[in-house]
């Protein structure tokens, strides 16, 4: 199975928000700095079309420059995908 991609920037207050969001819902997650690692900023650029942080990436399902309730709100408008996260059980 796939793992979702969560691209932050290292001293981003949202990219902590979103790490600390999954890690306590147990999300496991690749994560890429962009600002460290150049192939995934053009990555980030080619799947969201921009290069703010953070931006979660999960097969086509892809949500750029979030706070933890603007992504928990994309989610809710995707059923399948908040099921497949294993975010339908409260924390």
Known sequence: MQTP????KKG?????DALGFFR???IQLNV?????????????????GQ??????EFGDFVVADF??????DAV??????RSQLGLDNPA
């Open 5 to 8: 991609i969560l691209y932050i």
């Open 12 to 16: 981003c207050p949202w990219c902590e």
């Open 24 to 26: 306590s819902r147990g």
């Open 32 to 48: 890429f700095d962009v600002t460290v690692n150049a192939a995934a900023l053009r990555q980030l650029r080619h799947v969201s």
């Open 51 to 56: 290069s703010k942080c953070p931006t979660f």
């Open 67 to 72: 706070s933890v309730k603007e992504f928990l």
């Open 76 to 81: 809710d408008r995707h059923p399948p995908m």
